[in-house]
């Protein structure tokens, strides 16, 4: 069985054939980060970190921001080109982005013949493992079903991003001047008395 999601203006994605279908038999073969992508989208992921850690989670080191904003633009680029407007990938600032478009889970029993035109392939066969499984209730969002190793391994710290950490260093802060600002005062008061 082959598993898609209707979205909006009768587009498809078949996450095991890696593509959107749009209405008019128009297909376009997405890359692996947009497969990987979509799918964290249309299962309710919406923190940035979440997404980047997901998406891009066999390249070891930093990802850029610019590489996190590249996909989603490419993205959105795929979403017109099949006949979707581009918001439905809202950017949350600072946050992360979200799809806010219908969608539904839908069972076929066999793939499709061979589409009618193909806008852009993919040099990389898509591994079985990609494709989370996924359940879906009639009108919401879909969901996993089940977590996948790589998703149990632990939050990285984000004592710095927090916002008591940015409190604590400001009221530091704070306290630094009015310490600082007394200590010269009291410099100040005693210079003159010695002179007097």
């Not at 128009?26 to 919406?46: K, M």
């Not at 590489?67 to 490419?74: D, E, K, P, R, T």
């Not at 499709?112 to 193909?118: F, G």
Request: hydrophobic share 40%; with cysteine.
């Amino acid at each position: 069985m082959n598993m898609r999601f209707k979205l909006e203006n009768d587009v498809e994605f078949s996450p095991s054939e890696r593509c959107l279908i749009g209405a008019d038999g128009t297909v376009l073969e997405l890359t692996e980060n947009s497969l990987r992508f979509l799918i964290l989208l249309l299962n309710g992921v919406t923190e940035k970190e979440k997404l980047i850690h997901q998406v891009w989670k066999e390249q070891s080191g930093a990802i850029s921001e610019s590489s996190y904003y590249g996909q989603l633009y490419a993205l959105r680029k795929a979403f017109s080109q099949v006949g979707l407007r581009e918001t439905l990938i809202r950017t949350i600032p600072r946050k992360g982005a979200q799809y806010v478009g219908k969608v539904t889970k839908i069972a076929t029993e066999k793939p499709d013949t061979t589409p009618e035109k193909v806008l852009h392939s993919s040099a990389q066969p898509e591994p079985e493992s990609v494709t989370p499984p996924i359940q879906h209730r009639e009108d919401a969002p879909v969901a996993i079903t089940e977590k996948r190793e790589n998703e149990r391994l632990p939050k990285p710290a984000t004592l710095f991003s927090d916002r008591r950490w940015n409190f604590l260093v400001s009221l530091l802060a704070v306290v630094a001047v009015c310490w600082l600002s007394t200590l010269s005062v009291l410099i100040i008061y005693i210079l003159l008395r010695s002179y007097m």
